[in-house]
């Protein structure tokens, strides 16, 4: 009976202690967020992020005094701070981890809502019907080819629409607006569907111009200063709102843009952490990490804030998941070197 009391009393003493346990104190965690939009409309709608990020991370033993959020001006300039140690965690693209293999660690993959417009034929997509997000979750989206209101793109989509195959020539006479080369959406698979269709890339291209983020893009094609764009499925969804509104435009944007061509499944982007950042070199606290932002991605207020990225939640991810981002790499250095 004396032992049995005192085996409860010594257990009750270390859960007390181990409540009592002060949090590692971490100084400083540094995030780095690849450009999807303007970097102030990022700042703006992630600003509570650290503060989510502390809360969670301190219910895991870890009291972070200070988290970190910068915009990078590309998504290479994201993967090349992780790559550095300049920052602990990132959020880039599929493409981007392919790029820089070795360089970065995946830790999660994002989730999105399932798009309702889905089809590989572009006319599917243009019957003046405001696309939707549906219920499920998935783990790929597809890339379209915006046409514009310029007269040029009009031709694209008039032609498209009415069951005809565009030219090369076609498309090498209208002004495209492209994002970096590591970007899924706004570079890689846009080269990829322009060499299965054409044998062509972007680089073969003679009137191209480079915009800073999605939401740049889709201000060119509202000014007519471009004529077609490259960007996620949902891209006029998310733009529809600004499109009358601060682009200035007057009809909508279901009415005034078409979809000229459509690639295959783009794996979601990741959150990466840095091989070489101290703090992620400490498994337990890296775990913590994942588990934080897992936890964050669930909660309503998390996913308020990780909608600034288009994502609804976090699973963990692993390397592979990237090899097709790798093949597509290949494919367009292979083309490149012809």
Known sequence: MKKSVLVSLFLLMFAA???SAE?????????????????????????????????????????????SLSVSSSYQACAEALSAGTADAGFISGGTVALYTGEVEVLLTALRKAYSKNSLDPRDWNDGTPGAYKGDLSEYYRCIIVAGP??????????????????WDDLNAATWCVLGATSSSGYIYPSLWLQANYGK???????????????????????????VIVSFAHIQLRSAKDWTGSLGRKEDIWHETNVIGVTEGIYNDAVCVSPVSPL???EAFKKAFGETMIEIGD?????AVIAAFSQVGYAWGKDSNYDGERKAQELLRNMSSK
């Not at 992020?49 to 809360?55: A, I, Q, S, V, Y």
């Not at 310029?150 to 030219?167: D, Q």
């Open 299 to 303: 909660s309503p207020e998390g996913k």
């Open 280 to 282: 992620m070199r400490d």
């Open 23 to 67: 949090p590692k104190t971490v100084d400083r965690l540094s995030i780095a967020i690849s450009p999807y939009d303007a970097a102030d409309v990022i700042m703006a709608k992630t600003a509570p992020l650290g503060e989510m990020l502390k809360t969670g991370l301190k219910k895991r033993g870890y009291d972070v005094k200070d988290v």
């Open 201 to 227: 890339s972007i680089r073969d291209l003679a009137h191209v111009v480079q915009s800073s983020s999605h939401g740049a893009s889709v201000a060119r094609l509202a000014a007519e200063q471009a004529d």
């Open 17 to 19: 202690a181990a409540f």
């Open 150 to 167: 310029s007269e040029r793109g009009r031709a694209l989509a008039a032609k498209v629409n009415a069951g005809e195959k565009l030219t």
